[in-house]
């Protein structure tokens, strides 16, 4: 069982920036692929960045590639989501997922936390 614990959210200018952070509870967490998804109002679920167990690979959606940076550090289990160059269209509430396998991580997890909003005002 992994509990995910999102922080970091809030509400910032178009072209500002954010950290995320997710917080895993229990002692497998490097044994979990991580996840960063994201659900604007009235959309679907998607998929914003992903991990490697290890940290070695990296997926982003097209629509963060260069402004949005996954990192993950093993020892304090915790992952985060760094954000730049803030848009408008990143508002949603963005949720950490963990799971054993890191393809999945495009559309379902294992674990989910409770969510975050970001808010971009332009």
């Known amino acids: 069982q992994v509990q995910l614990v999102e922080s970091g959210g809030g509400l910032v200018q178009a072209g500002g920036s954010l950290r995320l952070s997710c917080a895993a509870s229990g002692r497998t967490f490097s044994s979990y692929a991580m996840g960063w998804f994201r659900q604007a109002s009235g959309r679907e679920r998607e998929s914003v960045a992903r991990?490697?167990?290890?940290?070695?690979?990296?997926y982003y959606a097209d629509s963060v590639k260069g402004r949005f940076t996954i990192s993950r550090d093993n020892a304090k289990n915790t992952v985060y989501l760094q954000m730049i160059s803030l848009k408008p269209e990143d508002t949603a509430v963005y949720y950490c997922a963990a799971d054993g396998i890191l393809g999945r991580l495009v559309t379902k997890a294992d674990y989910w936390g409770q969510g975050t909003q970001v808010t971009v005002s332009s």
């Open positions: 991990i490697s167990s290890s940290g070695g690979r990296t």
